[in-house]
């Protein structure tokens, strides 16, 4: 698993002109006082294992400062009122990493858990990061839910949250089948060993990283019903996800494919419900599987007519190939045949190749969540990072529409967002 922040949520709350802001940081401050004293591993850092050899690069969680950094930044005089990024339904592309994020996507301090209150003219922005390493968006989830219902307790009206200690118990995810066959895993390859003059690992001479952009996309549940239609696909979720694998693997290739040049998509699956006994839907750690799809001939993939339902079903054959009996303990049991498990790596570039990463959020309740007097968050966004080769979806909308995020480079964008294909589905929700 990537050493990153992957998870980093920003939840949009209005503030009535009366409210005494110095009281919701209070409260918000006390809500997540109480529920680190319930969960005390939030205040700590990630790393090393003790005892163990650094090259294994095993970690742990270790003692922090203390506590978790929790700020408070008034960028009232910086970003654009609450009012008006509602009525631009909360545009991301101000809400960069520096200004409203406690932590970058990859940094060398390593807490378990940062937050950031952002105070703008009308609301407050609420950024919080999990480390990846420590737990998935699931676990983050359940975690936000502690702090909200603990932050209702101290404006007075409900009592403080504990959470289970079985939402700590990772014993289903230490039992393994054991494994070394690495040819049955064709979402793991084995990384190379680095050469001995890491000059050689360096970028060509002259070569400059092209400019990236991330736009996001909002489907109507009538959209969503016509997308799973025109795909032929099982579930929603397969009808998203292949419609952005063929138009961005489209607008990536304005000119005919090679014959031989493929693309795969790898995206996360909750496995809570897969490992025997089951984990409880409340695990806190990190309990996320790579599945990736079967590479497709791109020419196939992005052919106008049949390129959508073809990565829809190829998909659906991804996932249910993790349903199958004992694929989790084998994969267990796989990343444990080596001294460091980051000798395995997914077999997918997304980031400026031919792949792409997809992940889901959309069964995230973070949106249903109260917060004492602060109410529930009318917006969800996260800090704005141009990239490539990515599709998220975010938590559920009201009435069951759904939001994407997607990167890509400047030009392949414009591309695809300018196809008559995506334009018929996508266009009517674009946001900046």
């Given at each position: 698993?990537?050493?990153?922040?992957?998870?980093?949520?920003?939840?949009?709350?209005?503030?009535?002109?009366?409210?005494?802001?110095?009281?919701?940081?209070?409260?918000?401050?006390?809500?997540?006082?109480?529920?680190?004293?319930?969960?005390?591993?939030?205040?700590?850092?990630?790393?090393?294992e003790v005892g163990s050899d650094p090259k294994d690069g095993r970690l742990q969680v270790v003692e922090g400062k203390g506590g978790v950094e929790f700020i408070c930044k008034n960028l009232s005089s910086i970003l654009p009122s609450y009012a008006e990024l509602?009525?631009?339904?909360?545009?991301?592309?101000?809400?960069?990493?520096?200004?409203?994020?406690?932590?970058?996507?990859?940094?060398?301090?390593?807490?378990?858990?940062?937050?950031?209150?952002?105070?703008?003219?009308?609301?407050?922005?609420?950024?919080?990061?999990?480390?990846?390493?420590?737990?998935?968006?699931?676990?983050?989830?359940?975690?936000?839910?502690?702090?909200?219902?603990?932050?209702?307790?101290?404006?007075?009206?409900?009592?403080?949250?504990?959470?289970?200690?079985?939402?700590?118990?990772?014993?289903?995810?230490?039992?393994?089948?054991?494994?070394?066959?690495?040819?049955?895993?064709?979402?793991?390859?084995?990384?190379?060993?680095?050469p001995a003059d890491q000059t050689s690992m360096a970028a060509p001479v002259g070569f400059q990283m092209p400019p990236m952009t991330s736009k996001i996309f909002t489907f109507s549940p009538a959209t969503l019903a016509a997308l799973k239609i025109e795909a032929?696909?099982?579930?929603?979720?397969?009808?998203?996800?292949?419609?952005?694998?063929?138009h961005m693997s489209a607008a990536r290739n304005p000119s005919p494919a090679d014959d031989t040049a493929t693309s795969a998509a790898l995206f996360a699956v909750n496995i809570r419900g897969r490992t025997s006994p089951p984990l409880p839907q409340t695990y806190?750690?990190?309990?996320?599987?790579?599945?990736?799809?079967?590479?497709?001939?791109?020419?196939?993939?992005?052919?106008?007519?049949?390129?959508?339902?073809?990565?829809?079903?190829?998909?659906?054959?991804?996932?249910?190939?993790?349903?199958?009996?004992?694929?989790?303990?084998?994969?267990?049991?796989?990343?444990?045949?080596?001294?460091?498990?980051?000798?395995?790596?997914?077999?997918?570039?997304?980031?400026?190749?031919?792949?792409?990463?997809?992940?889901?959020?959309?069964?995230?309740?973070?949106?249903?969540?109260?917060?004492?007097?602060?109410?529930?968050?009318?917006?969800?966004?996260?800090?704005?990072?141009?990239?490539?080769?990515?599709?998220?979806?975010?938590?559920?909308?009201?009435?069951?529409?759904?939001?994407?995020?997607?990167?890509?480079?400047?030009?392949?964008?414009?591309?695809?967002?300018?196809?008559?294909?995506?334009?018929?589905?996508?266009?009517?929700?674009?946001?900046?």
């Amino acid at each position: 698993m990537p050493r990153l922040y992957g998870s980093r949520w920003i939840l949009c709350f209005p503030l009535p002109a009366d409210v005494d802001k110095a009281v919701i940081f209070e409260n918000l401050k006390k809500g997540l006082a109480y529920t680190i004293a319930s969960i005390p591993w939030l205040s700590g850092d990630v790393g090393p294992e003790v005892g163990s050899d650094p090259k294994d690069g095993r970690l742990q969680v270790v003692e922090g400062k203390g506590g978790v950094e929790f700020i408070c930044k008034n960028l009232s005089s910086i970003l654009p009122s609450y009012a008006e990024l509602k009525k631009d339904n909360f545009t991301f592309s101000k809400l960069t990493t520096p200004l409203v994020s406690p932590l970058q996507v990859i940094q060398q301090a390593q807490p378990v858990f940062a937050a950031q209150a952002n105070l703008i003219e009308g609301g407050l922005l609420l950024t919080v990061g999990l480390h990846h390493s420590v737990g998935d968006g699931a676990a983050q989830d359940f975690i936000l839910e502690t702090w909200a219902l603990n932050t209702t307790a101290a404006s007075g009206s409900n009592s403080f949250t504990k959470y289970d200690p079985i939402s700590n118990d990772r014993t289903p995810m230490i039992d393994c089948i054991p494994t070394e066959n690495i040819s049955d895993f064709s979402e793991y390859v084995l990384a190379p060993t680095p050469p001995a003059d890491q000059t050689s690992m360096a970028a060509p001479v002259g070569f400059q990283m092209p400019p990236m952009t991330s736009k996001i996309f909002t489907f109507s549940p009538a959209t969503l019903a016509a997308l799973k239609i025109e795909a032929k696909a099982y579930s929603t979720n397969d009808a998203v996800f292949g419609f952005f694998w063929h138009h961005m693997s489209a607008a990536r290739n304005p000119s005919p494919a090679d014959d031989t040049a493929t693309s795969a998509a790898l995206f996360a699956v909750n496995i809570r419900g897969r490992t025997s006994p089951p984990l409880p839907q409340t695990y806190l750690g990190n309990a996320s599987f790579g599945s990736l799809t079967p590479r497709l001939p791109i020419i196939s993939l992005t052919n106008p007519s049949s390129g959508h339902s073809l990565a829809s079903s190829s998909l659906r054959s991804a996932l249910n190939a993790l349903n199958a009996p004992s694929r989790v303990p084998l994969t267990i049991g796989l990343l444990s045949s080596r001294p460091n498990a980051q000798d395995f790596k997914f077999a997918a570039r997304g980031f400026l190749g031919p792949d792409i990463t997809a992940t889901s959020w959309a069964d995230i309740r973070v949106r249903e969540r109260e917060w004492g007097i602060l109410g529930r968050p009318e917006g969800f966004r996260v800090p704005y990072e141009a990239a490539d080769g990515n599709a998220t979806v975010f938590p559920r909308l009201e009435g069951g529409g759904l939001e994407v995020m997607c990167c890509l480079e400047d030009g392949a964008m414009e591309r695809m967002v300018g196809n008559e294909g995506f334009v018929k589905f996508a266009m009517a929700g674009l946001l900046k």
